[in-house]
């Protein structure tokens, strides 16, 4: 069976991909995660993906299967990323209450000995209840935010904001099972 590489540092998606049996090397990606505009488009975050799957195979031997993913959040057709203060996080939160975004997913996969590159995007779509002005505070105030795109964790503290999910609930935390093990199969790896 083919090797597997993650091109990620992310822990809650070693997590999830080890939660469905699949054994792999993790091999983050030294690629930036950087979007020039806030505006939302798949291409872009696919793109993303692609370029993070791209940077691992550059530096492996071995021929592997290498997943990448890239998350975002949005509202309104705006892309909410990773906070880079405390008031950028204050910002994201107040802006995401009493709201519906979309957490949308990219996904890449190279197999390095086909060349064989393929993508797909998942999105789910997230109700914030009302959040007060102080619990805001209050979640900013941990650590949890701030390596998270719309400075929140579904799995986390800010599972108590969520009053409503359409769609995977793997896919907000940081990638779809779903998706993976159908992408994995077109590639011909079976992980059951």
């Not at 890239?70 to 009493?98: C, E, F, R, W």
């Not at 993508?119 to 997230?126: A, F, G, P």
């Not at 904001?161 to 359409?166: M, R, W």
Request: hydrophobic fraction near 40%; proline fraction near 2%; charge should be positive.
């Amino acid at each position: 069976m083919q090797k597997l590489i993650l091109a990620s540092a992310s822990p809650r998606r070693r997590k999830l991909l080890s939660k469905i049996g699949l054994k792999f090397s993790v091999v983050p990606s030294n690629c930036d995660e950087k979007i020039n505009d806030d505006n939302f488009t798949y291409e872009k975050i696919e793109n993303i993906a692609i370029n993070k799957a791209k940077d691992v195979e550059k530096r492996i031997k071995d021929d592997a299967i290498i997943i990448a993913a890239d998350t975002v959040v949005v509202l309104n057709g705006k892309i909410l990323g990773k906070p880079h203060s405390k008031q950028d996080a204050y910002n994201m939160i107040s802006a995401l209450s009493g709201k519906t975004h979309e957490v949308i997913t990219a996904i890449a996969m190279i197999d390095t000995q086909t060349k064989k590159i393929i993508t797909n995007s998942k999105s789910t779509r997230v109700k914030f209840r009302y959040i007060a002005e102080n619990e805001i505070q209050k979640y900013i105030d941990t650590n949890e935010p701030y390596d998270k795109a719309g400075a929140y964790a579904a799995q986390g503290l800010a599972a108590i904001f969520i009053e409503k999910i359409d769609g995977c609930f793997n896919n907000v935390v940081g990638i779809s099972l779903f998706e993976v093990d159908k992408m994995l199969k077109s590639l011909g790896y079976f992980s059951c």
